[in-house]
Every structure is written in structure tokens, then in C-alpha cells.
């Protein structure tokens, strides 16, 4: 499976972006796909996950009520709509792919960054 992140850029506090993840290859296998960002000196966090089948979602506490997680099963693409940004958000965000067993598959990111 191949992943691409594309939608990052520059935006002021308060404001609102959104990511994509276009997926590629062997598609059908997978079972959930995610995002997570890591800020300048961070480790990698989990951001959200939603399943391919159902459509099940989870978020991280700091993104609750701004965040938005969504897949287009036709489209092989996912989405992050990310609304009241603030400087926390800052951070590259990365898509990633799980099957069970075996396959964690991850785009190369994409870089947010939240300006006051």
C-alpha cells in the first residue's frame, strides 16, 4: 500500500484546513487508517483512526470536537478536517495504513503550521 499526504500549508489560529490521504495498491486489505502528527521535538502522536468497515472512529483527546475523520471507500482516499487550529497543531501529520496481521504502511507527511 502506498499513502500520500497532500493538503498541509500555513494558517492562521482559528482557522481550518484539510488533509487527504490517497491511497494506492493493495487497498482491499486494509482495516484501519489513521493519522498522526509530530511536532518539532515530539514523538509521533496518535491524531485519529477510523476502520475501513463501519466507518468506526477515534480521536485523541487535544483534537475532540475540532477534528474530523473521514474515508472515501470509492475514492481510496481519507480525510482530516481540521477546524479551530491553534499553535499546538503544529506538527507534521502523517497518513497510515494497518491490516491484521502484518502491513503498517506510511505517507511521507504533510507539514501544518498554525501562525498567531
Known amino acids: 500500500v502506498q499513502l500520500v499526504e497532500s493538503g498541509g500549508g500555513l494558517v492562521q489560529v482559528g482557522g481550518s484546513l484539510r488533509l487527504s490521504c490517497a491511497a494506492s495498491?493493495?487497498?482491499?486489505?486494509?482495516?484501519?487508517m489513521g493519522w498522526y502528527r509530530q511536532a518539532p521535538g515530539k514523538q509521533r502522536e496518535l491524531v485519529a483512526t477510523i476502520t475501513t468497515t463501519g466507518g468506526r472512529t477515534n480521536y485523541a483527546d487535544s483534537v475532540k470536537g475540532r477534528f474530523t475523520i473521514s474515508r472515501d471507500n470509492g475514492k481510496n482516499t481519507m480525510y482530516l478536517q481540521m477546524n479551530i487550529l491553534n499553535a499546538e497543531d503544529t506538527a507534521v501529520y502523517y497518513c497510515n495504513a494497518k491490516s491484521f496481521p502484518g502491513m503498517d504502511a506510511w505517507g511521507k507527511g504533510t507539514l501544518v503550521t498554525v501562525s498567531s
Open positions: 495498491g493493495s487497498t482491499f486489505s486494509i482495516n484501519v
